[in-house]
């Protein structure tokens, strides 16, 4: 083979002297912290020329500046933090109850063979049926005071946490678990120092969907039975065709999911500063 055709002669960009471009990245995420509120800003200049032109009819679409200005009447009446902390309270309380067994169970499927065989098909059975669909029920258990909305909240919250626990210690590395197991520590020591974090990661995943799921069961069990609530309040505008102020609820619960998103983010930071 002639040198000029064989590729061991060919010269290569740091035999020329020139640096070689790193190709290693691995799908590196990069920070663009202006990207999402250019996009926002863009929609909101659209949606607000669109009504001053006439495009849109503000009883149906009203303009952003009419969402502010509603907005500002419920912050000076007090509307919104009435209705504000009484949505928070039943998410609070639903979520942790929801939450906290979830993770029981969920730890139980994933360590023991038999609460595995008993629980999947369970979780499988239970999981499909719409939370809100069952609000009727709970309110005949539990009457229509707070305990069934608190019952909806923690019941459509159990079982994604039962799912994502169990799921995410069925990532943890199984070598890991074998040599900690060789060198003898107690089951306790395994599973505080390698199941658990191991599993984290997938657990706090697990976090976003519930408090998703949360925010819009609050609201969904507001509007049926509720005297306060952002629920209760977007129903109310929409009865009497108020759709500045229905849009201004929208917008609440739009920046609370905002809230909760930034402060699991935050506790995801702190708990896997070890990545």
Same mark, same amino acid.
């Given at each position: ?9 060919? @010269? ?45 009819? @503000? ?126 520590? @107690? ?9 658990? @974090? ?78």
């Amino acid at each position: 083979m002639p040198d000029s055709l064989n590729p061991t002669t060919i @010269p290569t960009a740091s035999a020329r002297g020139q640096p070689v471009r790193f190709r290693g990245g691995g799908f590196t995420v990069k920070r663009h912290p202006w990207a999402a509120l250019a996009a926002f800003a863009l929609l909101i200049a659209v949606w607000e020329g669109a009504s001053r032109l006439g495009l849109a009819s @503000p009883l149906f679409l009203p303009p952003p500046s009419a969402v502010v200005r509603a907005l500002a009447g419920m912050v000076t009446d007090g509307s919104l933090w009435l209705n504000l902390k009484a949505s928070l309270g039943r998410i609070a309380v639903g979520w942790v109850l929801g939450t906290a067994g979830g993770m029981l169970v969920g730890f139980a499927m994933g360590i023991f063979s038999t609460a595995r065989a008993i629980g999947v098909p369970l979780v499988s059975a239970f999981f499909p049926i719409p939370k809100i669909a069952l609000l009727p029920l709970f309110i005949l258990w539990f009457g229509i005071g707070e305990p069934s909305k608190f019952a909806t909240i923690g019941f459509g919250v159990f079982f994604p946490t039962v799912i994502a626990t169990y799921s995410a210690i069925d990532q943890v590395p199984r070598n890991l678990i074998r040599m900690a197991q060789s060198f003898g520590l @107690p089951w306790r020591s395994i599973l505080r120092s390698i199941v658990l @974090p191991g599993a984290l990661p997938g657990i706090l995943a697990g976090f976003r969907i519930t408090a998703s799921i949360a925010l819009i069961l609050v609201v969904a069990a507001e509007m049926i039975g509720a005297e306060y609530g952002i629920g209760a309040f977007v129903l109310m505008a929409g009865n009497l065709m108020q759709t500045d102020t229905l849009l201004a609820g929208v917008l609440v619960l739009s920046l609370l999911g905002l809230a909760i998103g930034t402060v699991l983010s935050q506790l995801e930071r702190r708990l896997l500063n070890w990545r």
